[in-house]
């Protein structure tokens, strides 16, 4: 049975909120001081190792709480299990609305510290980043969450909308640790109309935000197994029914084919807006997706718009044998299967079996997969998403929001499951930077943070703040 506690009881955890001290006290404009407490917020968070496993998520949860008692702001704690903490808050609105819900994971993934340059968990800051693991996924958005949050009280906004912060276990692969079971078992405290979570791009060119693209939509993680199976016998002597060979052939062939193309509201509105503000030639391959050429062009050299064009397929992991002279019974592989949003997982896996054409090899669902539910898209068309679009035109006027459905797997999915509007957002990022991401030397720009904040709080209030 799974163990849950609630570290913190507060009778006051719904009701009103108490004052700051002056030292406390947020810019009542967003400005050097309010990013500068972002980014103690940050450093803060990245020198808690929440690795997940095994994730010690409470660690981190009690680093907030323990914010928010200063400023007089009841919070609770959750445990999923021990050392699995949730945090939630709340700030009341006058009811008229329902809540809006700013969401943010506190584990991250492990690191190789020997390809490091930097201590993973110290937060040195140099250059203009602040190095770290979770410096961009996922703790810079609790900072932001933290800061919009706290100057949201601060500066009493009447609010129409109650703002709930939650700062969740488990997301790297462990949900059942954070956003299951919070849905599960405490959707009272999280039941809201919109939602603001990790997920989007803010592609960066250089030093200006190309796009702000807002997560609507997401794949769907679908793990496959691929197993050859044939007659073990002696090294020496080649058999036609090595299950190696029959297993990398099959690979190789699911490896050549790409599923079709096919669009959905989001993708379609994400590259009619991208030729518009892309140069000639890349503009001439998104107005023309149905080319094979340029099909072959993306997966060449776009590999983040071809992989939204379709449901894709990635072998990650084969292994097969355990002697240099023994020809092994079996052999397998993983594949990383991200389906978009309404693929017939059953036809997908017919169709992989005929591609294969092979007896001696098996498809089946991986054991113990991650399995998000499939949710509708969120809408563009609604008044959280014209929030988020004035958000951008006001803090990176140069850019143009678009919306995205992203290739990996976040949160929003079990929160659309629910009827949650929720949408993805993130700090503006260079390539080098998506790169380094779940990669060595993580890294986030201090610039990039401050305008993320900024961007955050003109889309909050202005969906939020009663008007």
């Not at 770290?132 to 500066?155: E, T, Y």
């Not at 109650?162 to 692969?173: F, K, P």
């Given at each position: 049975?799974?163990?849950?506690?609630?570290?913190?009881?507060?009778?006051?955890?719904?009701?009103?909120?108490?004052?700051?001290?002056?030292?406390?006290?947020?810019?009542?404009?967003?400005?050097?001081?309010?990013?500068?407490?972002?980014?103690?917020?940050?450093?803060?968070?990245?020198?808690?190792?929440?690795?997940?496993?095994?994730?010690?998520?409470?660690?981190?949860?009690?680093?907030?709480?323990?914010?928010l008692d200063r400023e007089g702001i009841p919070?609770?704690?959750?445990?999923?299990?021990?050392?699995?903490?949730?945090?939630?808050?709340?700030?009341?609105?006058?009811g008229s609305k329902k809540p809006l819900l700013?969401?943010?994971?506190?584990?991250?993934?492990?690191?190789?510290?020997?390809?490091?340059?930097?201590?993973?968990?110290?937060?040195?800051?140099?250059?203009?980043?602040?190095?770290?693991?979770?410096?961009?996924?996922?703790?810079?958005?609790?900072?932001?969450?933290?800061?919009?949050?706290?100057?949201?009280?601060?500066?009493?906004?009447?609010?129409?909308?109650?703002?709930?912060?939650?700062?969740?276990?488990?997301?790297?692969?462990?949900?059942?640790?954070?956003?299951?079971?919070?849905?599960?078992?405490?959707?009272?405290?999280?039941?809201?109309?919109?939602?603001?979570?990790?997920?989007?791009?803010?592609?960066?060119?250089?030093?200006?935000?190309?796009?702000?693209?807002?997560?609507?939509?997401?794949?769907?993680?679908?793990?496959?197994?691929?197993?050859?199976?044939g007659s073990s016998g002696h090294g020496s002597?080649?058999?036609?029914?090595?299950?190696?060979?029959?297993?990398?052939?099959?690979?190789?062939?699911?490896?050549?084919?790409?599923?079709?193309?096919?669009?959905?509201?989001?993708?379609?509105?994400?590259?009619?807006?991208?030729?518009?503000?892309?140069?000639?030639?890349?503009?001439?391959?998104?107005?023309?997706?149905?080319?094979?050429?340029?099909?072959?062009?993306?997966?060449?050299?776009?590999?983040?718009?071809?992989?939204?064009?379709?449901?894709?397929?990635?072998?990650?992991?084969?292994?097969?044998?355990?002697?240099?002279?023994?020809?092994?019974?079996?052999?397998?592989?993983?594949?990383?299967?991200?389906?978009?949003?309404?693929?017939?997982?059953?036809?997908?896996?017919?169709?992989?079996?005929?591609?294969?054409?092979?007896?001696?090899?098996?498809?089946?669902?991986?054991?113990?997969?991650?399995?998000?539910?499939?949710?509708?898209?969120?809408?563009?068309?609604?008044?959280?998403?014209?929030?988020?679009?004035?958000?951008?035109?006001?803090?990176?006027?140069?850019?143009?929001?678009?919306?995205?459905?992203?290739?990996?797997?976040?949160?929003?999915?079990?929160?659309?499951?629910?009827?949650?509007?929720?949408?993805?957002?993130?700090?503006?990022?260079?390539?080098?930077?998506?790169?380094?991401?779940?990669?060595?030397?993580?890294?986030?720009?201090?610039?990039?943070?401050?305008?993320?904040?900024?961007?955050?709080?003109?889309?909050?209030?202005?969906?939020?703040?009663?008007?």
């Open positions: 049975m799974r163990r849950f506690k609630a570290l913190t009881l507060t009778l006051a955890f719904f009701t009103g909120s108490a004052g700051f001290s002056g030292a406390q006290m947020l810019s009542t404009n967003a400005g050097p001081e309010t990013r500068q407490r972002a980014v103690e917020f940050l450093t803060g968070l990245v020198k808690i190792d929440t690795s997940n496993p095994p994730g010690h998520e409470t660690l981190a949860a009690q680093y907030i709480k323990s914010i919070s609770l704690i959750f445990e999923s299990a021990p050392g699995r903490g949730n945090l939630v808050a709340r700030l009341k609105g006058n700013l969401l943010g994971h506190l584990d991250v993934v492990g690191v190789e510290r020997d390809r490091w340059t930097v201590d993973p968990f110290a937060a040195i800051t140099k250059d203009g980043f602040l190095y770290g693991r979770g410096s961009h996924d996922d703790k810079a958005m609790d900072a932001a969450n933290l800061v919009v949050f706290l100057k949201l009280h601060h500066d009493r906004i009447p609010l129409d909308r109650d703002v709930i912060l939650l700062a969740e276990a488990g997301e790297e692969g462990t949900s059942q640790f954070g956003i299951d079971y919070m849905v599960a078992n405490h959707w009272d405290l999280l039941d809201c109309e919109y939602a603001l979570n990790e997920g989007g791009r803010f592609h960066l060119e250089g030093s200006k935000l190309q796009y702000a693209g807002v997560s609507s939509t997401e794949k769907v993680p679908r793990g496959m197994l691929v197993t050859a199976r002597m080649p058999r036609l029914d090595n299950a190696i060979v029959h297993l990398s052939a099959a690979i190789a062939k699911i490896g050549a084919w790409q599923p079709p193309m096919r669009l959905n509201e989001t993708t379609r509105e994400f590259f009619i807006r991208l030729a518009k503000i892309s140069p000639p030639e890349k503009a001439a391959l998104f107005t023309h997706l149905d080319d094979p050429a340029t099909q072959q062009k993306l997966r060449e050299t776009e590999i983040f718009y071809n992989s939204m064009l379709r449901t894709s397929i990635v072998p990650t992991m084969i292994k097969g044998g355990f002697r240099e002279n023994v020809i092994p019974a079996d052999a397998e592989a993983t594949l990383d299967i991200r389906a978009l949003p309404d693929e017939n997982i059953d036809q997908l896996v017919a169709t992989m079996r005929q591609i294969i054409n092979d007896p001696a090899v098996e498809i089946t669902p991986l054991a113990g997969g991650q399995a998000r539910p499939v949710a509708p898209p969120s809408s563009i068309h609604n008044q959280m998403f014209q929030a988020l679009e004035r958000a951008q035109e006001h803090v990176f006027p140069e850019a143009i929001t678009l919306p995205l459905m992203q290739t990996g797997a976040t949160d929003s999915a079990q929160l659309r499951a629910k009827g949650v509007q929720a949408y993805g957002i993130g700090v503006p990022m260079t390539d080098e930077e998506i790169r380094r991401i779940h990669g060595n030397d993580e890294r986030i720009s201090v610039d990039a943070l401050g305008q993320f904040v900024e961007y955050l709080w003109t889309a909050v209030t202005g969906v939020a703040a009663t008007h």
